[in-house]
């Protein structure tokens, strides 16, 4: 009978500690909660008092945003997807990244003959950036664009880059641009000398794989004929007028000969779909769509510098007004 009763014993002991640890923790958040709320009553009547002040900044913070944005220029943003077809994708995006050091160098001169367009033209390209796409569940689908370059290939085992697309994102003050960009940075790509010729390479080795598919074929074509043709009247003896008499003997089973042929056919088939529809270093999956809405718009602007100037008057403000504790404050702890 002790046994059972020093264990009903530690059992009120653990729901007694476990009672009284939860209403410890529900204590402590309860005191961390009020201590917050104060402060926030606190600044919100701190607030109150400087309405004026505070009214005033937002005000022309508010207007100041509306007038930067009207006499500013308007930024549009668009994005083209690329797909790399022989080439390595980090090549194409170190690549493509070259022009965005130009633009945001203000180099129009070297953009406009890297492009192809003209220095006007040019002028209008704030920024070019090349992104990898990035399968988050590795199920062979884009998931997101890593426009901040998060990901990386050896540390994130859970996700992985997409090894032939990649993500163009173009800034331009001319929506108009944008019909120029594709052409241009595609005409950049093929003209760079190495990216040339690694493509040229490639379409090379099919050619010669295409050929020797064909002579292949040409053989498998005359041993069917054979087959069929030939090696029937091998077969058989020619006796005059009393007809002719086939021998026995093994035959090869000529069906194979078709499987052959057709999975040689369909090998060719791809290959020379590589070279007609794939041929080009690059392809373009999807187009800049032009944007017809700029990045930021007029109340946008106005609301962010509103509050911009907002916060900021209102912690000088606060500083000011306890200035003191401030000045104890940074007493003690300097």
């Known amino acids: 009978?002790?046994?059972?009763?020093?264990?009903?014993?530690?059992?009120?002991?653990?729901?007694?500690?476990?009672?009284?640890?939860?209403?410890?923790?529900?204590?402590?958040?309860?005191?961390?909660?009020?201590?917050?709320?104060?402060?926030?009553?606190?600044?919100?009547?701190f607030g109150l008092k400087q309405y004026i002040?505070?009214?005033?900044?937002l005000l022309v913070g508010f207007g100041f945003g509306m007038v930067k944005h009207f006499m500013g220029e308007e930024l549009y943003s668009s994005d083209m997807v690329l797909q790399s077809n022989e080439i390595p994708t980090e090549d194409m995006i170190s690549k493509i990244n070259e022009l965005g050091i130009y633009a945001g160098e203000g180099n129009y001169?070297?953009?406009s003959e890297?492009?192809?367009?003209?220095?006007?033209?040019?002028?209008?390209?704030?920024?070019?950036?090349?992104?990898?796409?990035?399968?988050?569940?590795?199920?062979?689908?884009?998931?997101?664009?890593?426009?901040?370059?998060?990901?990386?290939?050896?540390?994130?085992?859970?996700?992985?880059?997409?090894?032939?697309?990649?993500?163009?994102?173009?800034?331009?003050?001319?929506?108009?641009?944008?019909?120029?960009?594709?052409?241009?940075i595609v005409h950049f790509l093929?003209?760079?000398?190495?990216?040339?010729?690694?493509?040229?390479?490639?379409?090379?080795?099919?050619?010669?794989?295409?050929?020797?598919?064909?002579?292949?074929?040409?053989?498998?074509?005359?041993?069917?004929?054979?087959?069929y043709f030939d090696k029937e009247r091998e077969m058989s003896l020619d006796l005059g007028n009393l007809g002719s008499l086939k021998l026995l003997g093994e035959e090869k089973d000529t069906r194979l000969l078709h499987n052959e042929i057709i999975e040689l056919q369909d090998t060719r088939l791809a290959y020379e779909r590589q070279l007609t529809v794939t041929g080009d270093m690059v392809s373009v999956v999807t187009d800049f769509p032009v944007s017809v809405k700029p990045i930021r718009s007029m109340s946008f602007e106005g609301v962010f510098y509103g509050l911009l100037l907002f916060i900021i008057v209102y912690a000088l403000l606060f500083i000011l007004g306890h200035r003191k504790v401030v000045l104890d404050f940074l007493e003690k702890n300097a």
Not at 53 to 57: F, P, R, S
Not at 141 to 147: C, K, L, M, S
Not at 160 to 181: E, H, I, K
Not at 200 to 222: F, G, Q, V
């Open 1 to 45: 009978m002790d046994k059972p009763n020093k264990n009903l014993e530690r059992e009120i002991d653990l729901s007694i500690l476990i009672k009284k640890a939860s209403q410890s923790f529900v204590k402590a958040l309860l005191t961390i909660f009020n201590f917050l709320l104060r402060c926030f009553s606190y600044l919100v009547l």
């Open 53 to 57: 002040i505070l009214l005033l900044a």
């Open 109 to 111: 001169k070297a953009l």
């Open 114 to 184: 890297k492009l192809k367009i003209d220095t006007l033209t040019a002028g209008f390209i704030k920024s070019i950036g090349a992104y990898w796409f990035v399968d988050m569940d590795r199920d062979g689908v884009a998931d997101i664009v890593d426009y901040r370059n998060r990901f990386n290939a050896i540390e994130d085992t859970t996700s992985r880059r997409m090894r032939d697309l990649l993500d163009v994102r173009a800034t331009v003050g001319d929506p108009s641009v944008f019909a120029m960009l594709q052409n241009g």
């Open 190 to 227: 093929k003209s760079d000398p190495r990216l040339t010729l690694m493509n040229n390479n490639r379409k090379t080795a099919l050619e010669i794989k295409i050929k020797r598919i064909d002579n292949e074929l040409a053989k498998l074509d005359s041993l069917q004929r054979y087959e």
